[in-house]
């Protein structure tokens, strides 16, 4: 839970270990794909993403 009046405290790509189930990051997806459902194909099974860290985009 974020504190009111300041930011989340965001957590790199590169920290983000097993384990932990909440983080806060920022980015920017970059590519996004479905792939269907294995037992019912007319269904999205998955949804995948590349994303770019903020911390990239910063350093431009």
């Known amino acids: 839970m974020a504190s009111k009046g300041k930011a989340p405290k965001l957590t790199k790509f590169a920290d983000i270990v097993g384990g932990r189930i909440e983080f806060q990051i920022q980015g920017?997806?970059?590519?996004?794909?479905?792939?269907?459902?294995?037992?019912?194909?007319?269904?999205?099974?998955?949804?995948?993403?590349?994303?770019?860290?903020?911390?990239?985009?910063?350093?431009?």
């Open 28 to 60: 920017r997806v970059i590519n996004l794909w479905t792939t269907p459902d294995r037992f019912n194909a007319a269904e999205v099974g998955s949804i995948h993403m590349i994303l770019l860290d903020s911390q990239v985009l910063s350093s431009r």
